[in-house]
């Protein structure tokens, strides 16, 4: 049962475009989530995250938002850049848990 | 910040040989620790968590199993490696509840 999917295993977009990365779950109890960016042969790195009981949060080009009713969250990326081409996994966890659930992850390639 | 230490990045054994891979963590104290593993395609499965020493929570019943002699050290081992172990093996670690995982840059295992 995967509870956290993302249904695009790649996406390319130009350079200064922006770069929509989405996210989908299934479980209701999932509270806070979080979005990583992985080059090959390294170990994921944080990008971002959001917590329930908000519906939008920023850090430079990047904005992560939440539709609790979808149970949907998106990844916002503007604009563009190559070095952005990675594979990025959405994650989730539930309140008082230490599991966090990720996604299979979406290929992004950012054309020069 | 928190920073993972993984060995060896890489690494081949025959099939039914016994594995050690060693991660330690600096710059936090009482970390929560974590083993995933990437399967190739895949996305990230959660293997072992610990919240203390000598507590350690398994995800997935298999032929691997975990320890954590020290504070800021987790061990990855198996008996008799299996060729469905091989994959790309991800130690992490977080500070609580609510805050994100960062994770090392993983040890690549095949298993021939």
């Known amino acids: 049962d995967q509870q956290v999917k993302q249904n695009s295993p790649s996406l390319s977009v130009q350079e200064g475009r922006i770069s929509i990365l989405n996210c989908d779950y299934t479980?209701?109890?999932?509270?806070?989530f979080l979005w990583y960016k992985k080059y090959p042969a390294e170990g994921p790195t944080f990008l971002i995250s959001?917590?329930?009981?908000?519906d939008k949060n920023e850090d430079g080009r990047f904005t992560v938002f939440l539709n609790k009713s979808a149970k949907h969250l998106s990844l916002h990326i503007v604009p563009s850049q190559p070095g952005d081409s990675a594979v990025y996994f959405c994650a989730a966890s539930a309140r008082g848990t230490y599991k966090y659930i990720f996604g299979t992850g979406t290929r992004l390639k950012v054309l020069a | 910040s928190q920073t993972i230490h993984q060995w060896p990045a890489t690494l081949v054994q025959p099939v039914g040989s016994p594995l050690s891979l060693e991660c330690t963590v600096e710059?936090?104290?009482?970390?929560?620790l974590y083993w995933y593993r990437q399967a190739a395609g895949r996305g990230l499965q959660l293997l072992f968590y610990s919240v203390g020493i000598g507590q350690i929570s398994s995800e997935v019943p298999q032929n691997l199993s975990a320890s954590r002699p020290q504070d800021r050290q987790f061990i990855l081992s198996s008996k008799k490696l299996l060729l469905s172990d091989s994959g790309f093996y991800l130690c992490a670690s977080d500070r609580g509840l609510g805050s994100p995982l960062h994770f090392g840059n993983g040890t690549r295992l095949t298993v021939t």
């Open positions: 959001i917590s329930s009981i908000k």
């Open positions: 479980n209701s109890m999932f509270d806070y």
């Open positions: 710059g936090t104290s009482n970390p929560n």
